[in-house]
């Protein structure tokens, strides 16, 4: 299949969306602000369903 440079910026703007959406810019804050002094767990579950997931799904998508 033949990619084209709309096709590209599409697809950049999606995944840009995906992994800086208002959703992972706003929630770090109020989570530390919550969690208090257990802060690596917090860490930890936000990678995982912050950076981990949707990897997951770009993979998963991709193949």
């Keep these: 299949m033949k990619k084209n440079t709309k096709d590209s910026i599409i697809v950049g703007f999606a995944l840009f969306s995906m992994f800086f959406g208002a959703g992972n810019l706003i929630f770090p804050g109020f989570l530390g602000n919550k969690i208090g002094d257990q802060y ?22 991709s193949k």
Aim: glycine share 18%.
């Design 40 to 61: 690596i767990l917090g860490i930890i579950g936000f990678i995982i369903t912050g950076v981990g997931l949707p990897l997951l799904a770009i993979i998963a998508c």
